[in-house]
């Protein structure tokens, strides 16, 4: 009998492999050229987190003598919140909440992404000109009026698809939200069992306030020391990367 992991990965194209080691290499080389590169980097994602709760992907184990390929079922419209975060060594910026008038989550268009862009971020960093941004390259983020409005914020510091720093697709592995901040809330959130959204925003909020600056340096520790095992994979999934606090 063998625990198995439920590991959540994107299915890596051929064409991937090479985007993925231009962009480790590139961030290498700028940590190597300015030690406080990553210091300066604010790593963004969206997630959702539901009211009813959401597989644990860091510590479910199906005991089996094979892998048993389970299939996990999920309601089909539960209650939630979406969740934008920016992350960096010293702070996080957020949560921000996609939500309609009535409190209600709703799915991010390009609209609604350069208004938190304009409204929340912009006055988060302002007198930062070395900050560096990064994102995944959803449609929202990279539409032409979003990325004029990033430009307009961080200049050429942007690390995404459609920037001079390409972001590479299907690489969730090798960001900070995703390989820690979401798995790190998601086994907080529902400790108290809340029963309403405004509730689990609570929770959300909390859980973030209470990240220590010292844990977010170790997180971006994390993001170099992956991006020094993708290079030494030749761009391929990294495999059970273990963090250390």
């Not at 590139?26 to 997630?47: H, T, V």
């Not at 901040?181 to 859980?207: H, S």
């Not at 971006?220 to 030494?232: F, G, Q, S, T």
Request: hydrophobic share 40%.
């Amino acid at each position: 009998m063998f625990p198995y992991k439920v590991q959540l990965v994107q299915e890596l194209k051929s064409t991937d492999y090479a985007q993925r080691m231009d962009y480790v290499i590139s961030l290498l080389e700028k940590q190597d050229q300015n030690p406080d590169f990553i210091n300066n980097l604010i790593m963004s994602d969206e997630a959702h987190f539901e009211l009813n709760g959401f597989v644990n992907k860091q510590n479910c184990r199906i005991w089996a003598t094979e892998n048993p390929r389970a299939v996990h079922q999920r309601q089909l419209h539960p209650l939630k919140c979406t969740v934008w975060c920016g992350i960096s060594s010293e702070r996080i910026i957020g949560p921000y909440f996609f939500e309609s008038e009535a409190g209600d989550a709703v799915t991010i268009n390009a609209a609604q992404y350069q208004a938190m862009l304009e409204n929340f971020l912009r006055p988060a960093v302002e007198n930062h000109p070395q900050l560096w941004f990064q994102q995944d390259g959803a449609t929202a983020h990279t539409a032409r009026e979003t990325m004029a409005l990033l430009r307009d914020i961080f200049g050429e510091r942007i690390i995404s698809r459609n920037s001079d720093f390409n972001w590479p697709p299907r690489s969730p592995d090798l960001t900070a939200p995703n390989c820690f901040l979401w798995a790190y809330l998601k086994e907080r959130l529902y400790v108290n069992k809340p029963a309403t959204t405004p509730q689990l925003k609570t929770n959300i909020r909390n859980e973030i306030r209470a990240i220590t600056p010292a844990f977010l340096r170790k997180i971006m520790e994390n993001v170099l020391e992956r991006a020094r095992m993708c290079n030494a994979e030749n761009g391929r999934h990294l495999g059970d990367v273990i963090f250390h606090v």
